[in-house]
């Protein structure tokens, strides 16, 4: 486990200060499984483990808590929290509902030919990893994605809105990659986003991005079946309806 945080830690050395950096570090881990779902945090270990003290370990813990992502109990630790099922409905819909509107008015108002040309590299990056099957590098650019379209529209804030609700939806999108989701499927679903907008058709960047964001509905019940000790097994409704396009 540490070998793999240090190798986040490095890859974070231009990211701000100690305390972002830790915070950043701990959030990916948990999202790419480094720190699995029900697994105790030692905030001496990890403070050791980066060489800091441990009240920057201590903030960290306490945002990773406002995000859901771990768990603080007193006088018992610090636990990372299994997934939630429905934090991962509500953010999904949140997700949905912002970027739907986003690439609709992309389409509506143009984008600077400098984003769409960010755009289209990144989805060339994202080809890129088809072939190795390099997921984490995938998932940094499927992030990197979203939010240059968010930002190529203005919308910032809103970028920000959805980046603090989709800590649960990301461990999700995360494991689906693999697998659920191939990498293909989803470029092919960003270069349909990109081309809609680039066609300045409203109507059809809106549905290709609300087909995207809906991808997940496919995938969570299979997810929830082969990984049930990664999830909150006391959520059990059925996703059957849900899981319709």
Same mark, same amino acid.
């Given at each position: ?10 890859? &974070?050395?231009? !990211?701000? %200060? ?15 499984? #480094? ?14 483990? +980066?060489? $800091? ?11 990773? %808590? ?7 109990? =007193?006088?018992?630790? &610090?636990?990372? $929290?299994?997934? %939630? ?5 509500? /953010?999904? +819909?949140?997700? !949905?509902? $912002? ?5 609709? !008015? ?8 400098? @984003? ?15 072939? =190795? ?10 992030? /990197? ?16 809105? &959805? ?17 659920? @989701?191939?990498?293909?499927?989803? &470029? ?5 986003? #990109? ?6 058709? =409203?109507?059809? /960047? ?8 809906? !991808?997940?509905?496919? %995938? ?10 990664? +999830?909150? @097994?006391?959520? @059990? ?9």
């Amino acid at each position: 486990m540490n070998t793999s945080l240090q190798a986040l830690w490095q890859d &974070t050395r231009d !990211e701000g %200060s100690v305390r972002q950096r830790l915070h950043q570090v701990l959030r990916q881990s948990i999202i790419r499984m #480094v720190l699995a779902p029900g697994q105790a945090l030692s905030e001496k270990e990890i403070a050791e483990t +980066f060489a $800091v003290s441990r009240q920057p370990v201590r903030e960290a813990f306490i945002r990773l %808590s406002e995000a859901g992502l771990v768990e603080v109990r =007193p006088q018992r630790g &610090t636990y990372v $929290v299994r997934i %939630s099922r429905q934090a991962v409905l509500e /953010a999904r +819909f949140v997700r !949905e509902a $912002v970027e739907v509107a986003v690439a609709r !008015e992309a389409a509506e108002c143009g984008l600077a030919p400098r @984003t769409l040309g960010e755009l289209n590299e990144l989805i060339e990056r994202q080809r890129n990893c088809i072939e =190795p099957q390099d997921h984490d590098r995938f998932f940094l650019l499927d992030e /990197a994605f979203h939010r240059a379209l968010a930002l190529g529209t203005g919308h910032t804030t809103a970028w920000r809105v &959805t980046e603090d609700v989709k800590a649960q939806l990301d461990r999700v999108r995360y494991l689906s990659i693999p697998d659920s @989701t191939p990498i293909l499927k989803l &470029t092919d679903q960003h270069q349909a986003i #990109v081309d809609a907008i680039a066609a300045r058709d =409203p109507d059809l /960047a809106a549905r290709a991005m609300g087909l995207h964001q809906q !991808e997940i509905l496919q %995938s969570l019940p299979e997810l929830m079946r082969r990984f049930p000790e990664m +999830f909150d @097994t006391r959520q @059990t409704p059925s996703l059957v309806a849900e899981a319709r396009p």
